[in-house]
């Protein structure tokens, strides 16, 4: 029995870790306040590092935004305990998180139709 994973799973594996990658960049561009073009210029950038230019890769990484880990799921006792701390520190809230993940994911799949209008 071998021990070697075969060279497509090898290939589907690391798509996979760049597709998150640069699902997490989207979301982070818009925690930071970025708009929906500065999202795709950003994202789109390093997609084409790595040969990933077609409409279909581009929703490949917005979908890959829902494997992302997401905010725990916390009482609203929890909540407003740390919401100002949270604020005093500059960290965003679980729903301000969920916004910015909401607003990558838009701006991506918007790319992704822009680019197949212009084909």
């Known amino acids: 029995m071998s021990d070697q994973v075969p060279s497509a799973a090898k290939d589907d594996h690391q798509r996979q870790r760049i597709l ?39 929703l490949d990484v917005a979908a890959a935004i829902s494997l992302l880990p997401q905010p725990l799921n916390e009482s609203a006792e929890h909540r407003e305990r740390a919401r100002p701390i949270e604020k005093l520190l500059g960290v965003p809230s679980p729903e301000q998180l969920l916004v910015a993940t909401l607003a990558a994911r838009e701006a991506l799949e918007e790319f992704a139709r822009q680019l197949r209008q212009s084909q």
Not at 33 to 53: K, S, W, Y
């Open 20 to 58: 998150e990658g640069l699902g997490a960049m989207a979301v982070t561009v818009a925690e930071m306040g970025g708009t929906p073009q500065q999202i795709a210029e950003t994202v789109g950038r390093q997609m084409l590092r790595f040969e990933l230019v077609t409409p279909d890769d581009v």
